[in-house]
């Protein structure tokens, strides 16, 4: 009699946080349909797990709809432009790509992967990653959830998100690697929702020429 009990308290409890979860994804998204644009800092935190070695960087991102810029600060020089369908990363040292994301797996899950967690699509961002939501968490200010990698081809092998409960925007990304690594992007400071961004932070830098801020 007591295993049935305890086997029934369970079942509760998961369809409960189950449920729990899910309303906090709908909150989350229908948050995010108010968000017509959004302007922050953040800082970008990369750890290698086979050198050991932590590498730090900061900019500011720009996000509306389809279209989302990271223009870094440190290092200067370093722009991440994702516009439709269209990848443009830039380097310090004036190196342009442009990948096929159609084409190349790695660059179109990270492309997706960031335009689908700034909008709160957490379904979304768990079906480009081949993954489910396997852990959430309410801390009061905040939602977290975990995302786990089903099948193992590919780089990351888990993501966990954070949002501000408040307004639903993005507050911290964190994208683990198979070798235990880590990119870690957070927000900082102030971030502007719903203000008019200068269409040229979109404009994808090209080779040769320096985007300017």
Avoid: C, W
């Avoid at 979304?124 to 309410?138: I, L, P, S």
């Avoid at 880590?182 to 102030?190: R, V």
């Amino acid at each position: 009699m007591k295993k049935i009990l305890l086997t029934l308290f369970a079942a509760v409890m998961v369809f409960t946080i189950s449920a729990q979860q899910q309303e906090a994804m709908n909150n989350i998204l229908k948050l995010n349909a108010k968000v017509k644009n959004f302007e922050g800092t953040f800082s970008r935190e990369v750890y290698l797990k086979a050198t050991g070695n932590t590498t730090k960087s900061s900019g500011t991102l720009y996000f509306q709809g389809t279209k989302l810029s990271m223009i870094y600060s440190d290092p200067k020089g370093e722009i991440l432009v994702l516009d439709g369908t269209n990848f443009t990363q830039a380097k310090p040292d004036g190196k342009v790509q442009t990948p096929n994301i159609e084409k190349l797996e790695m660059f179109h899950n990270l492309h997706y992967t960031l335009l689908y967690s700034m909008a709160g699509k957490i379904s979304d961002v768990a079906k480009e990653n081949e993954g489910k939501v396997t852990g959430f968490k309410d801390n009061g200010k905040q939602y977290v959830f975990t995302i786990t990698k089903d099948k193992k081809r590919g780089l990351i092998s888990q993501l966990v998100l954070t949002y501000d409960k408040k307004d639903g925007t993005l507050q911290s990304m964190k994208m683990v690697d198979k070798a235990g690594g880590y990119s870690l992007y957070t927000f900082t400071g102030a971030k502007k929702i719903n203000t008019t961004i200068d269409a040229a932070k979109f404009v994808a830098p090209k080779k040769g020429r320096e985007k300017k801020n």
